[in-house]
T-cell receptor, first 114, second 113 residues
Framework: EAEVAQSPRYKITEKSQAVAFWCDPI?????LYWYRQILGQGPELLVQ????????DSQLPKDRFSAERLKGVDSTLKIQPAELGDSAMYLC????????????FGPGTRLTVT | AQKVTQAQTEISVVEKEDVTLDCVYE???????LFWYKQPPSGELVFLIR????DEQNEISGRYSWNFQKSTSSFNFTITASQVVDSAVYFC??????????WGAGTKLIIKP
């Protein structure tokens, strides 16, 4: 069964450093989501892509976070510089299209900022 | 405003007990979807169930059952004869008319042997 791939699974970085996460959605899925999940909370949508275009990035802290999906397939989420408060699980999900009710989640990247 | 409330932060029961996790939602949409996900310590989100707003039939899947009541805006989840492997954080979520997921804060379920 096709799955959403994410790497790395775990990342420890020092504050003020740059960090990047990668996501490869299920083949053929046009919509890709990045979520941030702080410990003890539910996931929060950071950015939504439809193909290579950003549909919603209203919750993305744009002063330090950036996301791209250049060819409309895989995606990279970057944080520069990382802050202690960025420690969280970063989840990627994909769906066939923006109006799909099924989102398929990857295993996540657990980020610790020291 | 769209909102999902899981009032139980943590529940601890002894194995084989039944346990119910509460979920209350708020939405102005007439068409919406409700979900439950399980998140074990490894962190991945495991999909459990999806219901649409027009289907109030209760669902049973093995030891899991779900009670959807539009009159009280609730979508509660019951585990019968709980097992240690059921220990996890459980999330209730609402998909709104924009097809975006609004998540509850989660309930941490601890099953003691």
């Amino acid at each position: 069964e096709a799955e959403v791939a994410q790497s790395p699974r775990y990342k420890i970085t020092e504050k003020s450093q740059a960090v990047a996460f990668w996501c490869d959605p299920i083949s053929g899925h046009a919509t890709l989501y990045w979520y941030r999940q702080i410990l003890g909370q539910g996931p929060e949508l950071l950015v939504q892509f439809q193909d290579e275009s950003v549909v919603d990035d209203s919750q993305l802290p744009k002063d330090r976070f950036s996301a791209e999906r250049l060819k409309g397939v895989d995606s990279t989420l970057k944080i520069q510089p990382a802050e202690l408060g960025d420690s969280a699980m970063y989840l990627c999900a994909s769906s066939l299209e923006a109006s799909s009710v099924e989102q398929y989640f990857g295993p996540g990247t657990r980020l610790t900022v020291t | 405003a769209q909102k999902v409330t899981q009032a139980q932060t943590e529940i601890s029961v002894v194995e084989k007990e039944d346990v119910t996790l509460d979920c209350v939602y708020e939405t102005r949409d007439t068409t919406y979807y409700l979900f439950w996900y399980k998140q074990p310590p490894s962190g991945e989100l495991v999909f459990l169930i999806r219901r649409n707003s027009f289907d109030e039939q209760n669902e049973i899947s093995g030891r899991y059952s779900w009670n959807f009541q539009k009159s009280t805006s609730s979508f509660n989840f019951t585990i019968t004869a709980s097992q240690v492997v059921d220990s996890a954080v459980y999330f209730c979520a609402l998909m709104d008319s924009n097809y975006q997921l609004i998540w509850g804060a989660g309930t941490k379920l601890i099953i003691k042997p």
